[in-house]
């Protein structure tokens, strides 16, 4: 992955950000420092996949390595939560994937308390959340992870921004942003997660234009 992977891939224009699956099946927290600093030196973000299936310290390891974010964090104890409260990594929250397997939870109220950005996300694949609706990963954050619609919007929209490293021209309405946005059919954000599996996109707009309605 160091020395050949993540090489050819950049010269291959193929890669912007390289993702770390630490679990005790998976990379470890080693790999996961070896695999970031591989990735510093050719000018690439990092993600990881931490705690999903147990406590690895990979949360703290993340935040400690400059990650953009760290995700599922189900198991994830008080050093993680603190480390991600701290430091400027952010949580990315998956509620369908803990739905569907299941799943502990992860510490959302504990994360919130320590000041830790949040991000939803559907981890859409074939294994573990075979969900590719936004909305209802929004619902999913407010009902399972007790999150408020406006926290959840924002975790949908803006952070998740930044961790893709778009939010100087994505995530938000404001000047100087490109025009994405979507018209729901309801007088407000709160009617996502209030009717759960419904589509609330009445219009998409892409570049200040509409595409689809």
């Not at 912007?16 to 690439?44: K, P």
């Not at 993340?62 to 964090?73: I, K, P």
């Not at 892409?206 to 689809?212: D, E, K, N, V, Y």
């Amino acid at each position: 992955v160091c020395e050949e992977l993540i090489p050819r891939a950049v010269e291959e224009g193929l890669v912007d950000a390289v993702d770390v699956y630490v679990e005790d099946i998976a990379f470890s927290v080693e790999d996961l420092e070896r695999v970031a600093q591989a990735a510093a030196a050719r000018g690439l973000s990092v993600r990881c996949h931490a705690d999903q299936l147990g406590w690895t310290g990979a949360a703290e390891a993340a935040v400690s390595l400059g990650a953009r974010s760290a995700d599922h964090l189900n198991h994830t104890g008080p050093e993680g939560v603190s480390a991600l409260g701290e430091g400027g990594t952010v949580a990315v929250l998956l509620p369908t994937s803990t739905f569907l397997l299941r799943a502990d939870p992860p510490p959302v109220d504990e994360l919130v308390r320590a000041g830790a950005s949040l991000a939803l996300a559907t981890d859409c694949n074939p294994g573990t959340s075979a969900v590719v609706s936004m909305p209802e990963a929004i619902a999913m954050g407010c009902l399972l992870y007790g999150l408020g619609p406006a926290e959840a919007v924002a975790a949908a929209t803006i952070n998740p921004a930044w961790v893709l490293g778009l939010h100087d021209r994505l995530g938000s309405l404001a000047p100087g942003k490109r025009a994405d946005l979507l018209i729901l059919d309801g007088p407000d954000p709160r009617i996502i997660p209030y009717r759960p599996g419904h589509n609330p996109v009445a219009e998409v707009v892409l570049q200040g234009r509409p595409i689809a309605g």
